[in-house]
């Protein structure tokens, strides 16, 4: 070789080796080793695949660097491994640990965007994030992943990920784009086929899975969705097969399976999942309730005074010795001997609910009744009454002139000298109004070991803010209804009266359980969070703005059906309508609107406030002390302040909404399939505008997030004593003459508790509740994000940081409003205030348990 060609090969050399460097990776992740100890034996594969270089690769892609070999998609770097799998100690408990990795790199390569990871070991592990450090031109590149990848021949794809910056889908770089719409398509799934644990599929399904027919007749329920009967929003898809006896229904698993099907990215972390089976154990109470049932002393399944409730939550239960030998050769032994305590305590023994800690009769006050209407667990029912008397919307063809019997001369007598006519000019009239909701059920459900009446309960709002119940009618269908007013507690007409209440809190506890709870969030919110999965791309804004809202909704929720509202489940044991439950929650659904789930909305529907422009939020409230609607209008108006900022970052005019092909698909999508039953109403938004998209994310936020928590987090501090928020009522008002009318004038305790829910129904009513009650020692609240890194986008990461701020602030007024005196409904008789809209402060953010306060993030209990 001449001298000239030996220079040239060593300044080509040289220039190679100028081009060709090294980036340096972290990857975070959890082999599943730490999370299932009895899994050494994959563990020990995993080492022989290590060895015999079967390992875990990533391999770059290009955002910037076209590759035609590749389809004129982004170029594909080489693979590296991740380093010192087998040497690097791990932790046996469930903990994350950091790998190394080191790539190659040259200028062809540009600027990495995504990467492709390929699990080739025996088992899956969770990743969580990977940085790559001093990548040339662009310093650092965070890839926030959140994701469980398994074996490679679990998937017939690439498992890919994306670095944190955002991008709508005309500006999503080349490179990126076929790969984006790729996983959008893996995530859709084929439509086909039962899916399995690692599957990753978002498609819909009827609620067809909650019957189980195969049993028997009296354990068929209808399907629910698909049919104008029976309306209903869409669930996740599992794939089961049918029943034998029923080819429209599916199959249901094992009662105490908790494997039902959800995305594997939807289901509980190993903190959730250990939370939750801790807080769920006592509900097993329906598995051995032959045994439970034995241990009930002088009246078979009765309280026998308001002491037998209280010994609930002061020392409990004693199991007879037999009993507890029994439970504990359960097959399901964790659940058991979490239910038989191992730590001292007494099995069945509760935390003392707020609602009589500081007394305990203050709950049984004509103030707190009301109060509870506007600061307690279902404060999104009373609304102004603008007719006297009450009318009904149901079809008289049908059910008969159900126009109230109320009269003037019942409720003129009590309202403070004022008239009727003067109340309702005045706006002082409120109605807490359960009757057409129940009504058209009202045979069908007397017809079980339930007894109760459609109620409506009419209130004067005072000059000191409170409500003063005024009158409660009690209706039957095809009877006169019966009017009551209030009176003296040592009365038989104040005993009467404290009956009729209790009548009036279960009406209110089945439709917030059903209804304001489950219907209203927990159901509503699934199609959302399918239909964002399946047509708006992890690279999307608005993808990266919902999706902490959805975090842990999905296995909530298929959980609820797999033991809570299916047939036979704690649901239909514990609440007035059982095995109607379901049914009457889809003929209600016919009533929901989506537009009308905004706070704002909500409060002028109901009438309880009023349009007025000189207010912050353009409202005034009739009731000026509402602690829900005060505390909520400030998290609304800093919500939309938010959601309204962010998008703004993004979206410049209305024509980039409406020339949005992802988020037209996702629309299109929920309105026509997630909730399908309901695709041709007139009141969905068009999704043409800024306006638009901005108002309805903020919706979906506030339904995911305060909404749910206001509704939900208050059930064990108010409904925890269930004397206060009875959930079935067992025979009717007791008449003159009768024995049952004897009774409740000789005792009244013990009348008032064979009146309402049973022992038994107690017992797993409160265990259920508490359950629900309880926040994860993993929540992430309003305001926090799961990582620092979930964006790359300054300004968004900005605008996030001022929500973050404003909720603090919200949060000290909130104190302030709770610590004046002159407020009455903030604390009430019972003294427990109002902390349900508390956001997302430290000092409880990471307590977990009965706190009955902070809003998270999503619907994730």
């Not at 929720?557 to 239909?572: D, K, M, P």
């Amino acid at each position: 070789m001449g001298v000239k060609n030996m220079m040239a090969c060593v300044k080509n050399t040289n220039e190679t080796d100028t081009m060709k460097k090294q980036i340096k990776g972290t990857v975070v992740l959890m082999k599943k080793n730490v999370l299932d100890l009895n899994d050494f034996g994959s563990s020990f594969l995993d080492w022989v695949y290590e060895i015999f270089n079967k390992r875990v690769s990533i391999q770059l892609i290009s955002s910037t660097h076209f590759e035609t070999s590749n389809g004129s998609n982004g170029k594909i770097g080489k693979a590296a491994f991740i380093e010192d799998w087998v040497s690097k100690k791990t932790a046996m408990v469930a903990r994350e640990a950091s790998f190394s990795v080191t790539f190659e790199w040259d200028e062809s390569m540009g600027v990495p965007g995504a990467f492709l990871i390929k699990n080739h070991h025996h088992r899956q592990f969770y990743l969580k994030t990977v940085e790559l450090e001093h990548v040339p031109g662009h310093g650092t590149i965070h890839f926030v992943c959140n994701s469980w990848v398994y074996p490679t021949h679990r998937y017939n794809y690439d498992r890919i990920f994306f670095a944190n910056q955002a991008y709508l889908p005309s500006s999503t770089p080349g490179p990126l784009r076929h790969y984006r719409e790729q996983e959008l398509i893996n995530l859709r799934g084929t439509g086909t086929g039962m899916l399995k644990k690692w599957d990753r599929v978002y498609d819909y399904a009827y609620y067809n899975d909650l019957g189980a027919s195969d049993k028997g007749l009296e354990y068929a329920r209808p399907v629910l969705g698909g049919s104008q009967e029976y309306p209903y929003p869409r669930r996740g898809r599992t794939g089961r097969k049918p029943t034998k006896t029923d080819p429209n229904c599916e199959k249901r698993l094992f009662l105490l399976s908790l494997n039902i099907y959800v995305p594997r990215d939807e289901r509980f972390n190993h903190i959730k999942f250990s939370d939750f089976l801790g807080y769920a154990a006592k509900s097993i109470g329906q598995v051995v309730r032959p045994e439970i049932k034995a241990i009930f002393d002088k009246t078979p399944n009765e309280f026998d005074s308001f002491e037998d409730v209280l010994a609930l939550y002061k020392g409990g239960f004693s199991l007879p010795e037999h009993t507890v030998k029994k439970l504990r050769k359960h097959t399901n032994l964790e659940l058991v001997r979490e239910l038989l305590r191992n730590d001292g305590e007494k099995p069945l023994t509760f935390p003392m609910p707020d609602v009589i800690k500081e007394s305990k009769s203050a709950w049984r006050t004509d103030e707190e009744f009301g109060r509870e209407m506007v600061a307690g667990v279902n404060p999104v029912v009373i609304r102004r009454l603008e007719e006297f008397p009450p009318a009904s919307k149901l079809d008289p063809k049908e059910y008969g002139d159900q126009t109230s019997s109320m009269s003037k001369e019942k409720l003129e007598p009590n309202m403070n000298g004022i008239t009727v006519e003067i109340a309702l000019e005045e706006n002082k009239l409120f109605i807490l109004d359960h009757h057409d909701a129940l009504m058209p059920y009202l045979t069908r459900i007397n017809s079980t070991k339930s007894k109760i009446y459609a109620t409506r309960t009419i209130l004067l709002l005072q000059d000191d803010g409170t409500l003063k119940p005024l009158a409660i009618e009690l209706s039957l269908p095809n009877t006169k209804s019966e009017v009551y007013t209030p009176a003296n507690d040592d009365t038989i007409e104040g005993k009467i009266w404290q009956l009729a209440k209790a009548y009036v809190a279960v009406n209110d506890s089945g439709y917030h359980q059903l209804i304001s709870h489950w219907l209203n969030t927990h159901a509503v919110i699934e199609p959302f969070i399918i239909a964002t999965n399946r047509q708006l791309s992890v690279l999307h804004p608005i993808y990266k703005l919902l999706q902490p809202h959805f975090r842990d909704t999905m296995n909530i929720n298929a959980l609820a059906r797999q033991i809570l509202i299916n047939a036979g489940g704690v649901l239909e044991n514990t609440v007035f309508p059982a095995k109607y439950a379901m049914e009457m929650s889809a003929v209600l659904y016919k009533n929901w609107v989506f537009t009308e789930q905004g706070l704002p909305a909500d409060l002028l529907k109901r009438g309880v406030a009023v349009e007025d422009p000189s207010q912050p939020n353009g409202l005034k409230l009739l009731i000026e002390d509402y602690p829900f609607a005060i505390d909520g209008l400030e998290i609304w108006s800093a919500m939309q302040t938010w959601v309204h900022d962010y998008c703004s970052i993004y979206y410049l005019s209305d024509e980039m909404v409406r020339s949005d092909s992802e988020l037209q698909s996702w629309w299109t999508e929920l309105r026509t399939e997630g909730h399908g039953d309901k695709k041709d109403e007139p009141w969905w938004p068009q999704m043409n505008t800024r306006a638009e998209l901005i108002d309805t994310c903020t919706i979906i936020i506030w339904v995911a997030s305060a909404l749910h928590a206001a509704v939900n987090f208050g059930q064990y501090p108010y409904a925890g004593y269930l004397p206060n928020r009875p959930t079935v009522s067992r025979r009717f008002m007791p008449k003159p003459g009768t024995r049952e009318y004897d009774e409740l004038e000789s005792n009244f305790d013990k009348a008032y508790l064979k009146t309402i829910t049973s022992q038994f129904q107690t017992l797993l009513g409160v265990s259920l509740i508490e359950t629900l009650s309880r926040h994860s020692t993993d929540e992430i609240y309003l305001g926090q994000s799961e990582s620092p890194y979930w964006t790359a986008d300054v300004n968004a990461l900005q605008v996030f940081e001022r929500f973050g701020k404003e909720l603090v602030d919200i949060e000290e007024r909130i104190k302030e409003r709770n610590n004046d005196e002159c407020l009455k409904n903030r604390n009430g008789p019972v003294k427990v205030p109002y902390t349900l809209l508390y956001p997302n402060t430290s000092d409880y953010s990471h307590e977990g348990g009965l706190t009955g306060k902070g809003i998270p993030n999503s619907i994730s209990i």
